[in-house]
């Protein structure tokens, strides 16, 4: 059985930081490609960072400089530091896993980010 199990969401105050995790397990964890995706209400879900087996990264225009996603073959978790996080970085933040054939997501994570 597959399982993503995110983590490390939270309500933060704008120019502050938190840093997502997301731990799996039943999956080949190392030859898949692992990302973070939000929505926030109302909007689409939409790519954050992603991250390849190779360890090559992508990263939505709106967070780069800002955000930093890492991957532990080990432990089997990626995660995702988030810096000078802003109002409109509010969302539910998901944990993807896909590799050639399938496609997993987690239940994920509230960040807010609000004074």
């Known amino acids: 059985q597959v399982k993503l199990v995110e983590s490390g969401g939270g309500l933060v105050q704008p120019g502050g930081s938190l840093r997502l995790s997301c731990a799996a397990s039943?999956?080949?964890?190392?030859?898949?490609?692992m990302g973070w995706y939000r929505q926030a209400p109302g909007k689409q879900r939409e790519l954050v960072a992603s991250?390849?087996?190779?360890?090559?990264?992508n990263y939505a225009d709106s967070v780069k400089g800002r955000f930093t996603i890492s991957r532990d073959n080990a432990k089997r978790t990626v995660s995702l530091q988030m810096n000078s996080l802003k109002p409109e970085d509010t969302a539910v933040y998901y944990c993807?896993?896909?590799?050639?054939?399938?496609?997993?997501w987690g239940q994920g994570t509230q960040v807010t980010v609000s004074s």
């Open positions: 993807k896993s896909s590799d050639s054939l399938l496609t997993y």
């Open positions: 039943g999956i080949i964890f190392s030859i898949n490609t």
């Open positions: 991250i390849t087996s190779g360890r090559n990264t």
